[in-house]
């Protein structure tokens, strides 16, 4: 680890990567993407640091005011506050145990 950081102070590989991600690595997934069938580029990928992000930048590129985002619950809070922030309301459902795959059925018939 110390060799690693030693050598990334002497290339000056040590600072803040891209917003979308680096482009090799953005590279690497839109052919590994390709390679299963879907039309991707480099400038379709985002790379983001976790899901939290990822719905953040989905929010922002998708939500519209007036819409609402179905969240499960129990969930983690910026889940239903992200929505929020950009005009769309939300709405929660409770999960309940021993309902995976089945999950349609239990949003429908709660109350």
């Not at 039309?39 to 609402?68: M, N, R, S, W």
């Not at 929505?83 to 939300?90: E, K, V």
């Amino acid at each position: 680890m110390v060799d690693a950081y030693v050598n990334a102070l002497q290339t000056g590989n040590n600072g803040y990567s891209p917003s979308y991600g680096l482009p090799d690595l953005r590279a690497a997934i839109a052919q590994d993407e390709r390679r299963k069938g879907w039309p991707a580029k480099q400038d379709d990928i985002y790379v983001c640091h976790g899901v939290t992000e990822a719905l953040q930048v989905i929010f922002a590129a998708t939500l519209e005011e007036g819409d609402i985002v179905l969240a499960p619950g129990p969930h983690y809070p910026p889940y239903l506050a992200y929505p929020q922030m950009f005009g769309a309301a939300t709405l929660e459902y409770k999960l309940k145990p021993m309902t995976i795959g089945n999950w349609t059925s239990t949003i429908l018939n709660q109350k």
